[in-house]
């Protein structure tokens, strides 16, 4: 599996953990949120436990009591298969919660964070503790912010809605000169010589605010007349920011700090697309297949999607973000077992050759285990947020599952 598959699958895993953690609500005071950080040692979280273990034995209800110490056993079993904690630290989740009627379960999420745990961290409550994980959902990527005239420039990032400014300069370009002459040519070559020595300037500049910043996903250009034009065409920037900067460049009628809030306010539709714009495209090309006389090498519907991803014909599948369903594996007691999507696989399943009873003997996102099958075939995967007009069609005209072919299949 592709670079990509791996992190779109790492962060899909992340928000839908975390979805379900935080919808989980106790019956009394036993869920129990661990946070390790990578420098912690496993010896002193596991003494920690233990004694968390004997100050459990207070607990007046004997129910109570015992899914707490169920709970840190859970815990304490997972954390013994760790040597040290991974470099980012680990949080551990575990508790019973309630099912239909009086039923519980018992629940444990290993959450491998994308960020460092800074803080040990241990807690009992009725909710589990998940304050610390919540802006590590939120994202982290940002746009590089240029707006250039020949009599200044400004550097900023804008990161969600928050504008902050980098680096100002003015130039020292002197204004025009229309005397005639001699003299106004060799004025006009020093006026070029000056303007280059400030585009560099402010070039070498954006270079070291911006070209480390994996997290940077465009450079905004702005400014009054055609210097910006200039700025972009005449290469001053670095070869690895210009594949960055975002058509077209935008005209402002400053270039200091109002000038950078100008700018992004008038490319607020460009920012837009730009966030968008691989969903966009795929979606599009979906389309574009779907909409020819034999549906040209598009392919929809859970069942169909599946069975060409199995065959390795597909080329990128399109996945929505919302799906929120389960493949299971049941047994039932005659030994039938099959394959089967459920929206919860909690529901009493029944066996679909004799209609009895089935166990349900395995478990999986369906979106993992799409994952899953692509990576044998190095099909690439998509997962399309439902926000987007394309993306609420692709959940509610085909289901959520569809898919661009290598070739067509029968």
């Known amino acids: 599996m592709g670079e990509t598959n791996s992190e779109d699958k790492a962060r899909y895993d992340f928000k839908k953990d975390m979805h379900e953690i935080t919808n989980y609500k106790g019956r009394g005071t036993e869920l129990i949120s661990v946070y390790v950080p990578g420098s912690k040692q496993i010896s002193d979280v596991m003494a ?26 859970s815990i304490a079993a997972r954390l013994k298969t760790y040597k040290a904690p991974p470099e980012n630290g680990v949080v551990i989740f575990c508790g019973e919660v309630p099912r239909a ?8 999420y290993v959450i491998n964070p994308p960020e460092p745990i800074t803080a040990f961290l241990y807690r009992c409550d009725s909710q589990f503790f998940t304050e610390p994980l919540q802006s590590m959902l939120l994202d982290k990527k940002c746009y590089g912010l240029i707006t250039i005239d020949r009599s200044e420039a400004t550097l900023g990032l804008l990161s969600g809605s928050r504008i902050q400014v980098l680096k100002h300069f003015d130039s020292l370009v002197p204004s025009k000169h229309h005397q005639g002459g001699q003299s106004s040519v060799r004025f006009e070559r020093l006026i070029e010589i000056a303007a280059h020595e400030f585009f560099k300037k402010v070039a070498d500049n954006a270079t070291e605010v911006f070209l480390n910043r994996p997290e940077l996903l465009g450079i905004l250009v702005g400014g009054p007349g055609a210097t910006k034009d200039f700025f972009v065409k005449e290469e001053y920037l670095h070869h690895e920011l210009r594949k960055k900067v975002i058509s077209p460049l935008v005209d402002t009628g400053y270039t200091d700090e109002s000038g950078l ?21 795929y979606m599009q090309r979906l389309f574009a297949e779907i909409r020819k006389t034999d549906g040209g090498l598009s392919c929809y519907g859970e069942d169909e999607v599946r069975n060409a991803t199995d065959m390795g014909a597909v080329d990128m599948l399109l996945l929505s973000e919302a799906l929120n369903k389960k493949r299971i594996t049941v047994q039932c007691p005659s030994g039938h077992t099959h394959e089967l999507t459920v929206k919860d696989p909690d529901d009493r399943v029944q066996c679909p050759e004799c209609g009895v009873n089935a166990s349900v003997i395995k478990e999986e996102d369906l ?9 044998a075939f190095n099909t690439r995967v998509q997962i ?24 067509k299949v029968n």
Do not use: H, W
């Open 367 to 375: 979106i993992d285990d799409f994952f899953i099958r692509a990576e």
């Open 48 to 73: 920690y436990l233990r004694n968390e273990q004997s100050q459990a034995s207070n607990i007046k209800s004997k129910t109570t009591m015992k899914n707490v110490t169920s709970a840190i056993d």
């Open 384 to 407: 399309i947020s439902p926000d987007s007009e394309e993306g609420d069609m692709l959940l509610k005209a085909f289901g959520g599952i569809a898919a661009i072919l290598r070739y």
């Open 101 to 108: 009627g009086d039923q519980t379960k018992m629940v444990q």
């Open 261 to 281: 809030r100008e700018l992004v306010e008038n490319a607020r539709d460009i920012i837009t697309d730009v966030q968008l714009t691989k969903e966009k495209v």
